[in-house]
Nanobody, 118 residues
Framework: QVQLVESGGGLVQPGESLRLSCTASRIFFSIITMGWYRQAPGKQRELVATITSDGRTNYADSVKDRFTISRDNTKKTVYLEMNSLKAEDTAVYYC????????????WGQGTQVTVSS
C-alpha cells in the first residue's frame, strides 16, 4: 500500500518561512507527478503546487513567487518551501501522488497543519 508521510508544519508569524517534506514508500516515485494541496476550515481542498517526473512545476496563483516545490527522487521525497507566509496560507497541507499537473491523484498523506498568525 502506498504511504505518504508529511512533516514540517507548525505555527509561524506572517512573513516567516516553513519547509514541508513528504516521503513516499511503496510507489514508483521517480515516474509520477507529486503535489501539495491544502484545505482551510470551511473551504474545499485546493491545489498549491505540483511537480512532474521531469521537473515541470505548476503553482496556484496565490502562492506563485512565494512557494517552491521540488523533489529528490533518490530520497523519494517532495518538498514545499514556503516563504513570505500570510495568514491566508493557514490550512492543513496534504501531499498527493499520482495525479497530473492540475488534477489530484489517488494517494494522500495524513496532512500537516500550517498556521500563520501573529
Amino acid at each position: 500500500q502506498v504511504q505518504l508521510v508529511e512533516s514540517g508544519g507548525g505555527l509561524v508569524q506572517p512573513g516567516e518561512s516553513l519547509r514541508l517534506s513528504c516521503t513516499a514508500s511503496r510507489i514508483f516515485f521517480s515516474i509520477i507527478t507529486m503535489g501539495w494541496y491544502r484545505q482551510a476550515p470551511g473551504k474545499q481542498r485546493e491545489l498549491v503546487a505540483t511537480i512532474t517526473s521531469d521537473g515541470r512545476t505548476n503553482y496556484a496563483d496565490s502562492v506563485k513567487d512565494r512557494f517552491t516545490i521540488s523533489r529528490d527522487n533518490t530520497k523519494k521525497t517532495v518538498y514545499l518551501e514556503m516563504n513570505s507566509l500570510k495568514a491566508e496560507d493557514t490550512a492543513v497541507y496534504y501531499c498527493n501522488a499520482g495525479g497530473t499537473s492540475s488534477t489530484m491523484g489517488n494517494y494522500w498523506g495524513q496532512g500537516t497543519q500550517v498556521t500563520v498568525s501573529s
